[in-house]
């Protein structure tokens, strides 16, 4: 596209630079080459804009700094402007199609209408699953039996879903996820682990997205279930019979254990850990590597450490312990102090102050 292609698009002033400049990709200031768009949004990357080999920037509206032999046009919000135009000129998902690969596999009693998927290659659908209008099944999945998905979903490459299991409408399953699998559930008996039978399902609400290689196990008995709207990124490990409540954030490497329960607009840092028969009221905020073993009260709180405690409080702790080596050192100099006053005052008569 050209640089007239892209003020049409997102509605740009060009400041300087020629309307005819073509683009032809898109990269950050520091990877930009020519021909690239690039854009400038926190005034800290100065240097970076400065000596940046891009052809074209996206800059703040009254930014007057630009770098010689630059087009540069001015929007309002250069980081979401930008993704708008490399979601075009990028890896944009193509266009959906319907179409069913020779070699996929459709079972009995399965409710589809085959005009309106599309199936890649491999993939299987078992018997008496339900496929809504619209939805995508990349190559290597497998739809487990009975198991459903709603109007407009996309299963990417290899994505298990596992009988009987829900998925609504509009959802995202990246590559790799597996929703509902066994529930990790053993009892102690006679010297042995034996299994907890695992006969629940899992429940994925609307408009949710979960990231590559996720799992979501299926409940002992009734469902897990991930509300509308959560997004939940990679390498994320939720058990079985969590109710994880709408709009959702949860990062990358957190694990949630069974039976717990997280409120609406949660968010989960990455690697923070949450024990299991344990809730988390809504809105609040769980750090990074932050283990809460306790409920939560629901409100605007933020909470770090082990165990979770206010974000604040939490600081001020570190902070402390930060300065022990130095306050440990001071102790003991003063009981040095101490014990050489206490030895003169006594000196004479053997008592001691």
């Known amino acids: 596209m050209t640089v007239s292609d892209i003020i049409q698009t997102l509605s740009a002033q060009l400041v300087v630079g020629s309307l005819d400049t ?3 990709g898109f990269a950050a200031l520091g990877d930009a080459r020519a021909g690239d ?37 001015a929007v309002a919000n250069p980081s979401e402007a930008f993704c708008q135009i490399a979601d075009q000129l990028g890896t944009s998902r193509a266009s959906y199609a319907a179409y069913i690969h020779p070699t996929a596999v459709i079972g009995s009693n399965v409710t589809i209408n085959l005009e309106r998927v599309s199936i890649g290659a491999n993939a299987v659908i078992d018997d008496g699953a339900q496929i809504g209008d619209d939805v995508e099944i990349g190559a290597g999945c497998y739809v487990g039996r009975g198991a459903q998905i709603g109007a407009q979903s996309r299963l990417f490459a290899n994505v298990t879903v596992s009988e009987r299991c829900i998925i609504g409408q509009r ?11 066994d ?20 429940q994925i609400e609307d408009d949710v ?5 996720s799992t979501i196990d299926r409940a002992r008995i009734g469902k897990t279930t991930i509300g509308e709207g959560t997004k939940i990124d990679n390498l994320v490990q939720i058990g079985h019979n969590v109710t994880v409540g709408k709009h959702c954030i949860i990062v990358s490497q957190s ?20 024990a299991g028969h344990v809730s988390v009221g809504s809105m ?6 932050t283990v809460v073993s306790k ?14 405690a206010p974000a604040m409080q939490e600081r001020k702790r570190l902070v402390a312990s930060k300065q022990l080596p130095e306050l440990l050192n001071r102790v003991k100099q003063l009981e040095t102090e101490v014990k050489a006053l206490s030895q003169s005052n006594g000196s004479g008569n053997g008592q001691v102050c």
């Not at 529930?183 to 899992?202: A, C, D, L, T």
């Not at 997205?209 to 290689?213: H, K, L």
């Not at 409920?295 to 979770?308: D, Q």
């Open 255 to 274: 694990g949630i254990a069974g039976s717990s329960t997280l409120g609406d607009y949660v968010v989960v840092a990455a690697q923070a850990g949450i």
């Open 284 to 289: 609040c905020t769980i750090g990074a590597r």
């Open 37 to 73: 768009l690039s854009f400038f949004a926190d005034a800290r990357y100065r240097q970076a804009l400065a000596d940046t080999k891009a052809t074209v920037i996206l800059v703040p509206e009254g930014w007057d700094v630009f770098p010689d032999g630059t087009t540069c046009l």
């Open 22 to 24: 073509p683009v032809s």
């Open 209 to 213: 997205e979960i990231g590559a290689n």
């Open 171 to 181: 959802v995202l399953l990246h590559s790799g996820v597996v929703i509902g699998a």
């Open 183 to 202: 529930g990790f559930g053993y009892r102690f008996e006679k010297g042995r682990h034996q299994k907890v039978p695992q006969n629940g399902i899992v």
């Open 295 to 308: 409920s939560l009260p629901e409100g605007k709180v933020s909470y770090l450490g082990f165990p979770a």
